[in-house]
Structures are given as structure tokens and as C-alpha cells.
């Protein structure tokens, strides 16, 4: 049971670049989130799914696509990478339909610089 | 909208001292309450959590009350170690909506 994991762990992008990161989780929740850290401004919600087959915007979605492949796997796409997006992005998963008591659980994250 | 206000950092205590991270929130309805933690290089933990008022949340020796009257989930322990160096984030669901979180408050315990 690995719980949420991401791909890559680090990576280096050129502005105008783009690329996909990966989260996959085994724990057969409903629901997964994409969320950004930045120093000093804790985590924001950039996408969320609460169901295969539905997507939502959080916080910051302004430079992202996501894309629920199934119900183990939330990808999230940046288009044109820009140095604004330099972050380090952590993916979750929680059952979300068991009301809020519920745990969310996180991947240990995707260190992305862009240059 | 919901929102969470936690101490800014970062804290820096001896070993064996006592520790308070304040957390305030603001939330329509009755929000369930978190603390997660995170460790150096690694993804957020949950540490405890809260899902109605005058509920206490425990574990590793940490504590937090839901205290609706005063809108507060303040995080106690009372001797910290080296090991709970760390960065600890107060957040709060209401509802099926995902969680909020505060911006994450710095502790550093030094032997």
C-alpha cells in the first residue's frame, strides 16, 4: 500500500517549456486535489477532483489543465511553464463524500524550478 | 469564504519546552479542524483533528481543543524534542469542500 504518489520528484523546466505531473493513489478514495507551496503562503488549492469524471477549480488555477485519467490517477498539465509556477506541488486524495470529517492524504511532492 | 489565520513563525524553543501554535478560523456552519505537520523534504502528515465542538484532538503528545466560542484550535504540547522540528499547518473542511489551509507556522527545537 504506497498511498499517493507523484512523479516526477524534481524538475527543472525553461520558460515556455510544458509538462505533466503525476499522482496516483491506491487507498480507493473519491476524491483528489492538486495543491501548490509556496514560502509564506502555506498550500493553495490549484485543481480538485471529487469523483472520476469531474474536475473543479481551487485557488490558483490560472496556467493549469488537470485530467482525472481514472479513478487512481490525477495528472496536472502546465501548458507554458513560467517562473511564476517555481513551486513545490503536492497532490492528495480523501473520500470528500464522507463529509468533512474526512482525512485528505498527501503525496510527498514535485519540486518544480522554472528558469 | 472559510479561512484559517495561524501564529507566524518561525518558533524556536529548548528541548523539553512548551509549545503553543495559535490557530484561529472562520467558517460558516461547523467546519471539522486539523493540524498537519510536515518534516523536512517530506509531504504533509496528518497530526490530529477535531470534528465538533469541545472535541479534542491527540496524538505524539500534541493537543488541540475545538473551541467554537472563540473560533480557536490552538496547538499545545507540553515538551517538545528535538524531532517535532518541523513545519505545522492548522486547516478546517466545512462541508464536502476540500480542505483550507493556514500558511504553516515554523518550529525549531534546539538540544
Known amino acids: 500500500n504506497a498511498g499517493v504518489t507523484q512523479t516526477p520528484k524534481f524538475q527543472v523546466l525553461k520558460t515556455g517549456q510544458s509538462m505533466t505531473l503525476q499522482c496516483a493513489q491506491d487507498?480507493?478514495?473519491?476524491?483528489m486535489y492538486w495543491y501548490r507551496q509556496d514560502p509564506g503562503m502555506g498550500l493553495r488549492l490549484i485543481y480538485y477532483?471529487?469523483?472520476?469524471?469531474?474536475?473543479d477549480k481551487g485557488e490558483v488555477p490560472n496556467g493549469y489543465n488537470v485530467s482525472r485519467l481514472n479513478k487512481r490517477e490525477f495528472s496536472l498539465r502546465l501548458e507554458s511553464a513560467a517562473p511564476s509556477q517555481t513551486s513545490v506541488y503536492f497532490c492528495?486524495?480523501?473520500?470528500?463524500?464522507?463529509?468533512?470529517?474526512?482525512?485528505?492524504?498527501f503525496g510527498p511532492g514535485t519540486r518544480l524550478t522554472v528558469l | 469564504g472559510n479561512s484559517v489565520t495561524q501564529m507566524e513563525g518561525p518558533v524556536t524553543l529548548s528541548e523539553e519546552a512548551f509549545l503553543t501554535i495559535n490557530c484561529t478560523y472562520t467558517?460558516?456552519?461547523?467546519?471539522?479542524l486539523f493540524w498537519y505537520v510536515q518534516y523536512p523534504g517530506e509531504g504533509l502528515q496528518l497530526l490530529l483533528k477535531?470534528?465538533?465542538?469541545?472535541d479534542k484532538g491527540s496524538n505524539k503528545g500534541f493537543e488541540a481543543t475545538y473551541r467554537k466560542e472563540t473560533t480557536s484550535f490552538h496547538l499545545e504540547k507540553g515538551s517538545v524534542q528535538v524531532s517535532d522540528s518541523a513545519v505545522y499547518f492548522c486547516?478546517?473542511?466545512?462541508?464536502?469542500?476540500?480542505?483550507?489551509f493556514g500558511k504553516g507556522t515554523r518550529l525549531s527545537v534546539i538540544a
Open positions: 477532483s471529487a469523483s472520476e469524471g469531474t474536475t
Open positions: 486547516a478546517l473542511r466545512g462541508g464536502n469542500t476540500p480542505l483550507v
Open positions: 467558517a460558516t456552519g461547523y467546519p471539522s
Open positions: 492528495a486524495s480523501g473520500r470528500l463524500a464522507g463529509g468533512n470529517t474526512d482525512t485528505q492524504y
Open positions: 477535531a470534528t465538533k465542538a469541545d
Open positions: 487507498m480507493n478514495h473519491n476524491s
